[in-house]
């Protein structure tokens, strides 16, 4: 309880029945804050469609090494086809060795994500850490080339 002081009365302090609203409005101002921040974090449901890239394009070596998973989800080394566990002695082939040799990752439009992500396993068990993903470039023709 507050007490009024300053009155005619200078003997006697008498309560105050007046409530200090500040530090409740201090206190709803940090929940609303709070809840501004929190809320845009909590949407989880994002439509994600990755077909184009619009980023400058780099210089390609002369000799690019491709690693292609196809539609039917299985995988072509330059323009033959691989088994899955072969993948790792065929490329230490075709790079001579050179773990530090980029190797271009592309995949045909339909094949899920997991599939792509098992590719990217195997590459990185053999060795090869350097994965560039290859993708269409983008026309500026509504999106879709």
Same mark, same amino acid.
């Given at each position: 309880?507050?007490?009024?002081?300053?009155?005619?009365?200078?003997?006697?302090?008498?309560?105050?029945?007046?409530?200090?609203?500040?530090?409740?409005?201090?206190?709803?101002?940090?929940?609303?804050?709070?809840?501004?921040? /929190?809320?845009?974090?909590?949407?989880?449901?994002?439509?994600?469609?990755?077909?184009?890239?619009?980023?400058?394009?780099?210089?390609?070596?002369?000799?690019?090494?491709?690693?292609? +998973?196809?539609?039917?989800?299985?995988?072509?080394?330059?323009?033959?086809?691989? /088994?899955?566990?072969?993948?790792?002695? /065929?490329?230490?082939?075709?790079?001579?060795?050179?773990?530090?040799?980029?190797?271009?990752?592309?995949?045909?439009?339909?094949?899920?994500?997991?599939?792509?992500?098992?590719?990217?396993?195997?590459?990185?068990?053999?060795?090869?850490?350097?994965?560039?993903? +290859?993708?269409?470039?983008?026309?500026?023709?509504?999106?879709?080339?």
């Amino acid at each position: 309880m507050a007490v009024r002081i300053g009155r005619d009365d200078a003997d006697e302090l008498t309560e105050n029945a007046e409530i200090n609203i500040t530090p409740f409005i201090d206190v709803i101002l940090v929940l609303l804050i709070i809840f501004m921040v /929190a809320a845009p974090l909590s949407t989880v449901d994002v439509a994600v469609e990755l077909p184009t890239s619009a980023a400058p394009v780099q210089p390609r070596p002369d000799k690019p090494i491709f690693v292609s +998973v196809k539609a039917d989800l299985s995988i072509a080394l330059g323009e033959e086809t691989v /088994a899955r566990p072969a993948l790792g002695q /065929a490329l230490d082939q075709t790079a001579k060795g050179n773990k530090d040799e980029r190797i271009f990752l592309r995949a045909d439009k339909g094949v899920p994500y997991g599939e792509l992500m098992q590719v990217l396993n195997l590459l990185r068990g053999a060795g090869y850490l350097k994965v560039g993903l +290859v993708g269409l470039e983008d026309t500026g023709a509504g999106g879709q080339p």
